[in-house]
């Protein structure tokens, strides 16, 4: 099956995100589990998650990805904002467990006040004190493009941070197509030599997720800017081949796009659905 499906808003609850997805031809979505700058969140409802599950379960709708807000630093050494990124990881896991069958994406920003090795051992900390072994939801490890003292650019220093994890079987990785480019690995003219680094750094079994997304940047800039799919350095062939690759096939795919419109998002998972056909 193949599982692709947009970036949609959370104002209106679960049933709402279920159906916009389903009206655009998707079969998941991804949210932000709060505002992206971070704030208080309502409670879950508990008959909207009902309705929701119940239309999912019509409607072949699966591995909704909860995203958590981008203002969080769990590698920060600092304690005001480690204690905040904390307590908003926490939450957000607990309250996904209300809806099951969702995982969580987790940005791990940057080591501003520490070394670089400092940082990833906080971000580990941060999951093992976040995942526990009850829990439905996989935490999964966002790559970033480098950009600045960003975490987590590079397949090795994911690996330190899994070296650290203690439930390693509830962490997982996404890949960002748009990161990925940005900090310098080649996924337009060797894909599957990336794969294959990855498979030997970190193990494809704990690749979980991919954003399908362009980029505005050169490969290797370490910057991680969105271009409508098709129009940017990256190209709308190389993304259908990310999605055609035997071993990322099977993976749930979302799509992240620069303020794009649920016609622009309805029009893109058409060409990607004949693209995988083809």
Request: proline content about 4%; charged content about 25%; hydrophobic content about 40%.
């Amino acid at each position: 099956m193949f599982i692709i499906g947009p970036h949609l808003s959370k104002r209106e609850g679960y049933l709402s995100m279920g159906m916009q997805a389903e009206g655009l031809g998707a079969n998941t979505f991804q949210y932000f589990s709060r505002s992206p700058r971070g704030s208080e969140v309502k409670p879950v409802d508990a008959a909207d998650a009902q309705a929701y599950q119940e239309y999912a379960a019509e409607h072949g709708i699966v591995s909704p990805l909860a995203y958590a807000p981008y203002d969080i630093e769990p590698a920060s050494g600092k304690t005001e904002q480690r204690d905040f990124a904390l307590a908003v990881m926490a939450e957000d896991m607990a309250r996904l467990d209300e809806v099951p069958g969702q995982n969580y994406l987790v940005r791990p920003g940057s080591a501003l006040d520490e070394d670089k090795e400092q940082g990833l051992a906080n971000f580990a900390a941060a999951i093992n004190a976040t995942v526990h072994p009850s829990q439905d939801a996989k935490l999964l490890i966002c790559m970033l493009a480098g950009e600045g003292h960003q975490l987590c650019s590079t397949f090795e220093e994911v690996k330190q941070v899994f070296d650290q994890v203690e439930l390693k079987d509830h962490v997982g990785v996404l890949i960002d197509a748009s990161a990925l480019w940005g900090a310098g690995y080649d996924i337009v003219g060797d894909l599957d030599g990336v794969l294959d680094e990855f498979d030997s750094v970190i193990g494809l079994d704990k690749l979980l997720a991919v954003h399908l997304n362009d980029s505005k940047e050169a490969r290797g800039s370490h910057v991680d800017r969105h271009a409508r799919i098709g129009e940017g350095t990256i190209g709308f062939d190389a993304l259908v081949t990310m999605t055609n690759n035997e071993r990322l096939a099977s993976l749930p795919f979302y799509l992240e796009e620069p303020h794009s419109t649920l016609a622009e998002y309805r029009e893109d998972i058409e060409r990607f659905r004949q693209a995988r056909k083809a």
